[in-house]
C-alpha cells in the first residue's frame, strides 16, 4: 500500500493520493476482452459511470480502442467519434467525475480533455505518436506512462527479457526524462501486466512491484480480468472476479496507487481491508 500523500494536478483541480484509489474501465468498443466493460453508447456509459461512482470509483478510464494482444487498430478518426460523445454525455451528468482518456493518438488525447477528461493514459509511453507527450504537456494533464514493446497487435512478440523488473524500470527512468523534458508536470507509472510480457513476467512484475516507487511516481496497476489470472486457473475472463481481487490485493500490499478494474464494488473493498490491516500495524 502507498505510504505517501500524492498529488496530481489536473486542469485546475487538485487530486491527493492518500490511500490507493480504484479507476473503472469504461470501453467504447465492441471487441474488448471482457464484455462486462463494453459500453457502446454514451448513454450506457453514462449509467455504467453512474453505478461506478456509487460503488466508490475516483477515476472512470475511457478508451475507445481495444489494446488487447492482436487487437486491430482502428485509427484516431473513429476512435476520437467513439470516445467523445461518452466522455460529453459522462461530464455533463457527473460534473466533477475525474475522468482518463485511454488511447496512444495526441488527437485523441486532445479531443478527449476538450471534452471533460483530466488525465491521459498511454499504453504506448508516447512511443506510438511523436507528438503525444508535447500534446499532453499543453493540455497540462497527469500522464499515466505505461510499458509495451511493439503495438498491441505485434506486442507478444517481444516477450524477451533477461530481467524484466530491471528493464521495465530502465524504460520508466528514460519515459519519465521524454516526459520531463516535454513539460509533463505529474507522472504515473504503469508496468503493463499482460502488454510483450508472459505470465511468468507478469508474476515477476506483481512480485517485485514495490521496486518501482525507487521513481517517485504513484504506480497505476492494471491486472483486472486479465489472461494471466483467467490462463492460470484454467476458466475464462468471466469467472476471473476472484482470482482479480487476489492480485489487487498484492498489489496493494507492494504499492500500487490506483487499481485500474472492470469491478469497482470489490476493488474498493480490497483497498479498504488492506488499509485497515496496515493501520491496526501503526
Request: glycine share 8%.
Amino acid at each position: 500500500m502507498t505510504n505517501r500523500i500524492q498529488t496530481l494536478h489536473c486542469r485546475g483541480k487538485l487530486v491527493t493520493i492518500q490511500q490507493p484509489q480504484v479507476m473503472g474501465i469504461i470501453n467504447t468498443t465492441p471487441d474488448s476482452f471482457f464484455e462486462g466493460s463494453r459500453q457502446q453508447t454514451a448513454e450506457a456509459a453514462v449509467m455504467q459511470a453512474e453505478r461506478m461512482l456509487a460503488a466508490g470509483a475516483t477515476w472512470l478510464d475511457i478508451g475507445g480502442q481495444s489494446t488487447r494482444p492482436g487487437a486491430t487498430m482502428v485509427g484516431a478518426e473513429e476512435e476520437t467519434e467513439r470516445i467523445v460523445p461518452a466522455i460529453e454525455a459522462i461530464h455533463a451528468r457527473f460534473p466533477n467525475a475525474l475522468m482518463s482518456i485511454d488511447t496512444f493518438h495526441a488527437s485523441v488525447a486532445e479531443a478527449a480533455v476538450m471534452a471533460g477528461a483530466s488525465m491521459v493514459n498511454d499504453v504506448s509511453g508516447g512511443q506510438m505518436d511523436a507528438a503525444m507527450l508535447d500534446t499532453v504537456a499543453a493540455l497540462q494533464v497527469p500522464y499515466v506512462c505505461m510499458h509495451m514493446r511493439g503495438t498491441p497487435e505485434t506486442m507478444q512478440h517481444y516477450a524477451v527479457y533477461e530481467n524484466v523488473v530491471q528493464e521495465v524500470l530502465q524504460y520508466f527512468i528514460e519515459r519519465m526524462e521524454a516526459c520531463r523534458k516535454a513539460g509533463i508536470k505529474d507522472v504515473l507509472l504503469d508496468p503493463g501486466i499482460g502488454f510483450a510480457k508472459t505470465i511468468e513476467h507478469n508474476f515477476q512484475v506483481l512480485h517485485q512491484l514495490e521496486a518501482f516507487q525507487i521513481l517517485g511516481a504513484p504506480v497505476l496497476l492494471g491486472v483486472s480480468r486479465k489472461s494471466t489470472i483467467y490462463k492460470t486457473l484454467g476458466i475464462s475472463a468471466a469467472e476471473a472476479l476472484n482470482g482479480t481481487t487476489v492480485l489487487h490485493t498484492i498489489g496493494l500490499l507492494k504499492g500500487a496507487a490506483i487499481l485500474r478494474v472492470h469491478d469497482v464494488k470489490e476493488a474498493v473493498e480490497a483497498v479498504k481491508l488492506v488499509s485497515a490491516m496496515q493501520q491496526s500495524a501503526l
